[in-house]
């Protein structure tokens, strides 16, 4: 079946630094990608999507790009902020709407002053 | 906007016992949609409702029924808690083109 493989957490960063987190997926088609973000004591957030392969999904300074050739979708930010502390969540959907997703574990994030 | 709105936010349940989580959307989406939160295993799919009038089981529907009551509201029931319902349950809502808009969470504990 379909499924998505993050990278363990947490992470760890100073303000400022560089942000990767790993994403890949298993699927047959071309599913749609998403990261979704959790704050401490709320419900999940769309951060960014693609919806097909070479697409790039961006906001708040996030970047991921769908990479079909590697089934991957790296969530990507040049300079964390304290802000930035969460969990992230890479997730897909194939048809049903865009809410018939399925998750990853989610990786948390914690970025220090 | 309220968005999407559940209730109560946590819980806590003798093993055996029943209860419904309520969950209810202002933004006129056609569907809705349960997930639990577990430790390690990100969210899943509990139960979906398509539209109003419909539902389906998800990846992990055992144990658990739903009523989709009108095009608003979308509860989930437990018939008879066991402590592996113990997790955080989120109710989704969206349209066939749009991201899913999540409520807050309930917090259950069953013991």
């Known amino acids: 079946g379909d499924s998505v493989t993050q990278m363990e957490g947490p992470v760890t960063l100073s303000e400022e630094a560089f942000l990767t987190i790993n994403c890949t997926y298993t699927?047959?088609?071309?599913?749609?990608l998403f990261w979704y973000v959790q704050y401490p004591g709320e419900g999940l957030q769309l951060l960014l999507k693609?919806?097909?392969?070479?697409d790039k999904g961006s906001n708040k300074g996030f970047e991921a790009t769908y990479r079909k050739e590697t089934t991957s979708f790296h969530l990507e930010k040049g300079s964390v902020q304290v802000s930035d502390s969460a969990v992230y969540f890479c997730a897909l959907s194939k048809g049903g709407g865009f809410q018939k997703l399925v998750f990853g574990t989610g990786t948390r994030l914690l970025v220090s002053p | 906007n309220a968005g999407v709105t559940q209730t109560p936010k946590f819980q806590v349940l003798k093993t055996g016992q029943s209860m419904t989580l309520q969950c209810a959307q202002d933004m006129n989406h056609n569907s809705m949609y349960w997930y639990r939160q577990d430790p390690g295993m990100g969210l899943r799919l509990i139960y979906y409702?398509?539209?109003?009038?419909?539902?389906d089981k998800g990846e992990v529907p055992n144990g658990y029924n739903v009523s989709r009551l009108n095009k608003r509201e979308f509860s989930l029931r437990l018939e008879s808690a066991a402590p592996s319902q113990t997790s955080v349950y989120f109710c989704?809502?969206?349209?066939?083109?749009?991201?899913?808009?999540f409520g807050q969470g309930t917090r259950l504990t069953v013991v």
């Open positions: 699927a047959t088609g071309y599913p749609s």
């Open positions: 693609a919806t097909k392969a070479d």
């Open positions: 989704a809502s969206g349209t066939a083109n749009t991201e899913a808009f």
């Open positions: 409702s398509a539209s109003e009038g419909t539902t």
